[in-house]
């Protein structure tokens, strides 16, 4: 059985650092401090966290903090307000647990740092391709940004990003 999208979203929980940029936005916009975004502040709160909300989404978003929560939300409700919209806006980004996955399938030895010749066992194992010498060099030394003769984690995710 195949989960939909939505299901497999919906499995997921948000992230400290989805929290915390929750939590930042949540406090920029409560102006007097007082542990609550009136109704009016939601859209502003929303837009500066790079959500563009069609006027409709807005009006049902409105209605629901005046008819559930009497106009002001607390963090809790913002939180079930903003998480299936953070939810679904990186249901299709690759996470960090999945990149460090596949870094460990080029890492052969496990020490942190793909090498040369496990770049070429890994282009062989994994990819099929049996490349030339000076075609692998090229590849490290692209992706190589520090120029230790190594791909470290971080250097290989922006390789990644960079595709």
Not at 1 to 13: A, E, P
Not at 142 to 148: F, K, S
Not at 156 to 162: C, E, I, K, N, R
């Amino acid at each position: 059985m195949r989960l939909t999208q939505h299901q497999r979203m919906s499995d997921r929980k948000l992230m400290p650092e989805e929290l915390d940029e929750l939590q930042l936005a949540f406090k920029e916009f409560d102006y007097d401090q007082d542990g609550y975004l009136h109704y009016k502040d939601v859209a502003d709160c929303m837009r500066t966290m790079g959500y563009m909300p069609t006027e409709m989404e807005l009006i049902e978003i409105i209605q629901q903090i005046k008819m559930k929560w009497g106009g002001h939300v607390d963090f809790d409700d913002f939180c079930d307000l903003m998480g299936p919209r953070m939810l679904m806006e990186t249901a299709h980004m690759v996470g960090v647990r999945e990149l460090h996955c596949a870094f460990k399938q080029f890492d052969c030895n496990g020490d942190g740092r793909i090498s040369f010749e496990e770049l070429k066992e890994s282009m062989k194992t994994l990819l099929g391709e049996k490349l030339k010498k000076g075609e692998l060099e090229e590849i490290l030394s692209d992706i190589d940004l520090n120029g230790d003769g190594t791909v470290d984690f971080d250097e290989f995710v922006m390789m990644l990003s960079a595709r």
